[in-house]
């Protein structure tokens, strides 16, 4: 279950041997800045441009190109792969070599800062371990509809901000929605703490969110949420659980409050990942469908009203359907020549 793994996979960021390899990349520079929300701008950009980088395909082990591999699926992961997180193993074929290439799927971040390279898995993971190193309260934040990204909380601000390495985005959530066109469902931030549904924080429309949200009963849900929750804030003696306990009500009021509007232009479509495989999933701008986020038919609160009319006109045929069916299974009486009813008179 979802919940389980990145409960685990958040704890390794807590350890010791992960944030000295973490503060051993950044560069001292990025040391330097004391202004929180400066250094995280700075931190992003070095981790895009300079540090990590993108994999659509590995490249072959002997010629070093991806132009003509073959997608063998998963194949077994060894014992390298599961110590270092990667159950998932990506095999594919140089039709022109004839060798196979593997590519794990990490999920240990010392492994990351090694080999500096995945998709978004990989970038947010190694990213939210920069941000644990660095001092932060950092959250792993899994998106349902297949993408993870990273929620740092700013002192300054007292508030969450989202930070997606991979495009680099600073505290633009309705980026996935507006600028992708997702149509997201469930969004649940993970640390070491706390586990928060943030889902609210990323959706234009909460009500058409909810609409989406149809996996699993939302009181069960939310129950087991709060359940974690609970238990991890325990975990923090007296003293931090109030702390956090404040925060997260705090967080509350924010995530159920009004949101300010932000234009359309100021949201771009995804840019991580070759142009290929990001209009394969449906991310390339506002309207297209990503195949895995829900309802292709209901996307705003007009289609909400479009189909609505539909049903009750579909009500109405149906039921001027079934009058005229009754009225023709209505016994009728036989009609009597004319000529009997006058003499009748």
């Known amino acids: 279950m979802k919940f389980e793994t990145y409960t685990e996979q958040v704890l390794q960021y807590h350890e010791e041997l992960c944030k000295i390899v973490a503060m051993s990349v950044v560069p001292p520079e990025i040391h330097k800045i004391n202004n929180q929300v400066e250094q995280l701008n700075a931190l992003l950009k070095w981790f895009k441009n300079d540090f990590f980088t993108w994999t659509n395909r590995p490249n072959c082990l002997r010629c070093g190109t991806n132009n003509n591999l073959q997608e063998l699926g998963h194949v077994h992961p060894n014992n390298e792969d599961r110590e270092y997180g990667a159950s998932r193993v990506e095999g594919y074929k140089c039709l022109d070599c004839r060798i196979i290439t593997r590519f794990p799927r990490y999920n240990s971040a010392v492994k990351l800062f090694e080999t500096r390279t995945g998709r978004c898995g990989e970038w947010a993971n190694a990213f939210t371990a920069l941000c644990v190193a660095m001092g932060?309260?950092?959250?792993?934040v899994l998106d349902w509809t297949d993408h993870v990204w990273t929620e740092v909380y700013i002192e300054e601000w007292q508030r969450w901000v989202h930070c997606d390495s991979c495009e680099p985005l600073f505290d633009k959530p309705l980026t996935y929605e507006k600028g992708w066109g997702?149509?997201?469902?469930?969004?649940?931030?993970?640390?070491?703490?706390?586990?928060?549904?943030?889902?609210?924080?990323?959706?234009?429309?909460?009500?058409?969110?909810?609409?989406?949200?149809?996996?699993?009963?939302?009181?069960?849900?939310?129950?087991?949420?709060?359940?974690?929750?609970?238990?991890?804030?325990?975990?923090?003696?007296?003293?931090?659980?109030?702390?956090?306990?404040?925060?997260?009500?705090?967080?509350?009021?924010?995530?159920?409050?009004?949101?300010?509007?932000?234009?359309?232009?100021?949201?771009?479509p995804r840019q991580s990942g070759s142009l290929e495989w990001r209009s394969g999933r449906g991310e390339m701008g506002k309207g297209v469908m990503d195949s895995t986020a829900g309802s292709a038919t209901i996307k705003t609160r007009e289609d909400v009203d479009r189909v609505m009319k539909d049903m009750h006109r579909e009500a109405a045929r149906a039921k001027q359907e079934e009058a005229k069916r009754a009225e023709v299974a209505r016994p009728q009486l036989p009609e009597r020549p004319e000529a009997e009813l006058y003499a009748e008179a």
């Open 136 to 140: 932060y309260a950092a959250r792993l």
């Open 182 to 268: 997702k149509q997201l469902t469930y969004i649940v931030a993970f640390s070491n703490q706390e586990i928060v549904d943030v889902t609210r924080r990323y959706v234009i429309d909460p009500f058409m969110n909810k609409m989406r949200r149809n996996n699993v009963n939302e009181k069960w849900l939310a129950d087991l949420v709060k359940q974690r929750r609970e238990m991890l804030w325990d975990m923090q003696g007296p003293e931090m659980a109030a702390i956090l306990r404040d925060r997260y009500f705090r967080e509350e009021k924010e995530l159920f409050g009004d949101k300010d509007e932000v234009a359309d232009e100021d949201y771009l």
